[in-house]
């Protein structure tokens, strides 16, 4: 986990650093590092006029937790990977009004635990001999999603200083999947199987869907 959270913060601050390159070479400038619950991330920032400023940012991590609310129990591992583009409002100094889009192939991949040999799919029992692993994914309906927030501090702001961000982002809910193999079910009941995964995968989104993902972080600036 260290490993990973090192490369992505390797990453972004590659990408806030050549994107600082290209930004408007008369405006102030900056770059910040940042961590919360869209993982960890990096930002380049630059003043569009003395109350707006824009920043590109990219954020990536990965978390594994439990899944346990159909009637299968999951592993799962959330990953997320976001460009970002946000413009801030700052009419009252540091504290600003954020609005922007976050892109990316964020997702979180189940897989299924049998209890006692079996599984339990829309009502119906079959036996982890007969149909193997079952494993799903679940993705936000959204690629580009808009995003709402408050925040304090700047990153194209001068010196070393920090910055709060608080917002969320409008994800439309999840599309999931959930797959097994028919291994040695007759035609008729690896049809009904099929059914049955379609099924737990509506039931596996609905109850795992955020429309609006929080958005929590804090991170350092370095301005010039």
């Known amino acids: 986990?260290?490993?990973?959270?090192?490369?992505?913060?390797?990453?972004?601050l590659s990408l806030a650093t050549a994107a600082a390159l290209l930004a408007p070479q008369a405006a102030a400038q900056g770059i910040g590092v940042r961590a919360g619950t869209n993982g960890v991330g990096g930002d380049i920032g630059w003043d569009v006029m003395p109350t707006l400023k824009a920043r590109l940012g990219y954020s990536a991590g990965k978390t594994n937790f439990t899944v346990d609310d159909t009637s299968i129990n999951y592993d799962g591992k959330l990953k997320l990977s976001q460009p970002a583009l946000f413009l801030d409002f700052t009419p009252l100094g540091p504290f600003r009004i954020t609005a922007g889009v976050i892109g990316g192939s964020s997702k979180v991949q189940v897989t299924g635990k049998p209890s006692g040999g079996n599984y339990v799919i829309n009502g119906v029992t079959y036996s982890a001999a007969q149909i193997g692993t079952v494993t799903g994914e679940l993705r936000a309906k959204n690629s580009v999603s808009p995003y709402l927030g408050v925040g304090y501090g700047n990153v194209s702001g001068l010196g070393v200083n920090f910055y709060i961000d608080l917002g969320v982002q409008a994800t439309g809910g999840a599309n999931a999947t959930v797959n097994a193999s028919c291994g040695s079910?007759?035609?008729?009941?690896?049809?009904?199987?099929?059914?049955?995964?379609?099924?737990?995968?509506?039931?596996?989104?609905?109850r795992n869907s955020l429309k609006y993902y929080p958005i929590a972080s804090i991170g350092l600036t370095v301005g010039f």
């Open 1 to 12: 986990m260290l490993r990973h959270t090192a490369r992505h913060l390797a990453l972004s």
């Open 185 to 206: 079910l007759s035609a008729t009941d690896c049809t009904t199987l099929r059914s049955n995964l379609n099924a737990e995968a509506a039931r596996l989104a609905s």
